[in-house]
């Protein structure tokens, strides 16, 4: 894959929620790019969970053809996270695709993590969420 040829990037961000509407658009809420958390090292900090939405918008430009599409978080200690993969399909019908992916992420530690986004194990981009201290 060449990516001077595609797929790009229309899109990448974690939301609170998407609102799909019946003309085909979409509404992202609460986009989201960091937040402030009680210290998770503190044994009476409650585990914190955070229920997202990464939505990726890709444009196949000349790519044709089904591709894999990985989603791979990393901690910000550089341990990896979670991580999934989808197979979608590029055609000159339907050159773009998005993907709505529902996100249950427990956040233990302090800084920033990272979610690659991948097509054929090819970097695409990352989307960061910058987790600090109040």
Do not use: H
């Not at 196949?60 to 791979?72: A, C, L, Y």
């Not at 993907?99 to 249950?104: A, C, G």
């Amino acid at each position: 894959m060449s990516v001077a040829g595609g797929p790009y990037v229309a899109l990448a961000v974690l939301c609170q929620r998407i609102d799909l509407q019946p003309d085909g658009t979409a509404n992202l809420i609460g986009i989201v790019d960091g937040l402030g958390v009680d210290d998770p090292a503190d044994p009476t900090t409650p585990p914190l969970i955070l229920n997202l939405r990464a939505v990726i918008a890709l444009r196949g430009g000349s790519v044709r053809g089904r591709r894999r599409i990985t989603f791979r978080g990393w901690f910000p200690s550089g341990s990896e996270g979670l991580s999934a993969d989808k197979m979608v399909v590029f055609t000159d019908e339907r050159p773009a695709v998005t993907l709505n992916l529902p996100l249950e992420l427990e956040l233990p530690e302090i800084g920033t993590y990272v979610f690659d986004v991948l097509c054929d194990d090819d970097l695409l981009t990352a989307i960061t969420l910058d987790v600090q201290p109040r």
